[in-house]
């Protein structure tokens, strides 16, 4: 029987290596689109690790996740890629070019960033509602309270996990005193509160951005009447201050008991 031809049929011919490139970096991007809007649990308080942590510490970490995702300025950088993504997609159709996948790349991805932090979001407000700058205020404070509650709702659980840490700290200080424990056997033991003291920390970071991106859009407003918006920066400010002066107490018990 004659060995049927292994020449390559039209459909093969016209997928190039050039082409596959394309596709797996559009990949790639997807990938890192959605690295961008994922925050990293805190090790040893996720749930691939929560044997050894206390209920407060369970969710101290569920409750910081929520708050940093919940960011009505983030997504510059995932629309961009997404735009990068969708452009790519649309050049590699059409022309079936590397270069024309750049090109809508590029084109995308500036179209997709136009709507991520402090301009994206005031660009949202704008095509809401308009020229109503009092209507934009309220929606800007009803934003800010939404974050001040989550926030105040951590800080409720961050002072349950900062005096049950600053317990354990006296306890393995007393027990190396008691020459029970050796000093570093004691550090090891408050590698957790120091876990902790980190996720405070990132929490405060992102808390203190979102209140200066309230400020900004603030300053943004063609209106003086932003009592309301004030006030609500204002609650989220002294949510703020109380959080620094946990995580100041927490640190300072690491360093006096010498367990830093």
Do not use: H
Not at 88 to 107: S, Y
Not at 112 to 121: A, F, L, M
Request: aromatic share 4%.
């Amino acid at each position: 029987m004659p060995t049927q031809s292994a020449r390559p049929s039209a459909r093969c011919r016209a997928y190039r290596p050039g082409r596959a490139a394309w596709l797996v970096s559009i990949v790639a991007a997807l990938g890192l689109a959605a690295c961008t809007t994922t925050p990293e649990p805190n090790p040893g308080t996720g749930s691939a690790g929560s044997a050894g942590t206390t209920p407060d510490e369970r969710l101290l970490n569920e409750q910081s996740e929520d708050f940093v995702s919940q960011n009505v300025f983030e997504g510059a950088a995932t629309n961009a890629a997404l735009g990068c993504v969708l452009g790519a997609v649309i050049g590699l159709t059409m022309n079936g070019e590397a270069q024309a996948a750049a090109k809508g790349c590029a084109i995308g991805g500036v179209a997709g960033g136009i709507y991520g932090g402090v301009d994206g979001y005031l660009n949202a407000k704008e095509a809401q509602y308009k020229t109503n700058e009092a209507a934009k205020m309220r929606s800007m404070a009803a934003d800010a309270r939404e974050d001040t509650e989550r926030l105040a709702e951590l800080l409720e659980t961050s002072q349950r996990v900062v005096e049950n840490d600053k317990r354990k700290l006296e306890d393995l200080r007393a027990q190396v005193d008691a020459k029970q424990i050796s000093v570093e056997q004691a550090r090891a033991e408050a590698a957790s509160v120091r876990r902790n003291s980190d996720q405070i920390e990132t929490i405060l970071a992102d808390a203190r951005e979102k209140r200066d991106n309230y400020v900004a859009a603030r300053d943004s407003l063609q209106t003086s009447d932003t009592a309301e918006l004030d006030a609500e920066i204002g609650r989220l400010e002294t949510e703020i201050a109380a959080l620094e002066t946990q995580l100041a107490a927490v640190n300072s018990s690491l360093q006096l008991n010498g367990l830093g």
